[in-house]
């Protein structure tokens, strides 16, 4: 059973749209983090943050942004969806340990 | 730089005999090793880690072995099954201002035929 949810699980959407990818976690993590992932790739983090109004950018530069308003939810949002987005988007949560839990994974397609 | 590295796009495994997915790195500050599993349309699983203070560690029909001389660690799996085919992510850790952030390999892709 999942304890990380992500929506939707595909989405295919027009240039220039604005999108918002959903993460909800319930086991209380203090720490979230935003991957990106593109066939045949690993996983590039692109955003993290440590707790409630904690966010940072990660290692590889995305045009995405997101917020921690609450502990269990970490939304990412593009402005201005573009082709060069096409990817597919994994969110996860830990706790002080190392273990990472991920969602399910957003498939995210621009046409 | 890619720090994390698993120069084996692809692997094909008899069912049965074992599988050895390998992984180096080359930052000496990773402190702690994991290896994810994922199949398509999915998220990865954690599958197995280890500790830098460690060199092997077991978990039924799963062993990591960690080399910190040769900055190399593989996964063993014995024996393997046709649901052990998927893709498996090795991952290494490193704790900067209290966020344990993973560096993840480009993956393997396992396939166990029958």
């Known amino acids: 059973e999942a304890d990380i949810y992500q929506t939707p699980r595909y989405l295919v959407i027009g240039t220039g749209k604005k999108i918002t990818l959903e993460c909800s976690q319930t086991?209380?993590?203090?720490?979230m983090y935003w991957y990106q992932q593109d066939p045949g790739m690993e996983l590039h983090l692109i955003h993290y943050s440590y707790g409630v109004n904690s966010t940072e950018k990660g290692d590889l530069s995305s045009e995405s942004t997101v917020s921690r308003i609450r502990t269990e939810h970490f939304p990412l949002t593009l402005e201005s969806a573009r082709p060069s987005h096409t990817s597919q988007y994994l969110c996860a949560s830990s706790e002080q340990n190392y273990g990472y839990t991920f969602g399910s994974g957003t498939r995210l397609t621009v046409v | 730089d890619q720090q994390v590295k698993q120069n084996s796009p692809s692997l094909s495994v008899q069912e049965g005999r074992i599988s050895i997915l390998n992984c180096d790195y080359t930052?000496?500050?990773?402190?702690?090793f994991l290896w994810y599993k994922k199949y398509p349309a999915e998220g990865p699983t954690f599958l197995i880690s280890?500790?830098?203070?460690?060199d092997k560690n077991e978990d039924g029909r799963f062993t990591v072995f960690l080399n910190k001389s040769a900055k190399h660690l593989s996964l063993h799996i014995v024996p393997s099954q046709p649901g052990d085919s998927a893709v498996y992510f090795c991952?290494?850790?490193?704790?900067?201002?209290?966020?344990?952030?993973?560096?993840f390999g480009q993956g393997t892709r396992l396939t166990i035929n029958p």
């Open positions: 930052n000496s500050m990773f402190d702690y």
């Open positions: 991952a290494a850790s490193w704790g900067i201002q209290g966020a344990q952030k993973l560096v």
């Open positions: 280890i500790s830098s203070i460690k």
């Open positions: 086991m209380g993590h203090d720490k």
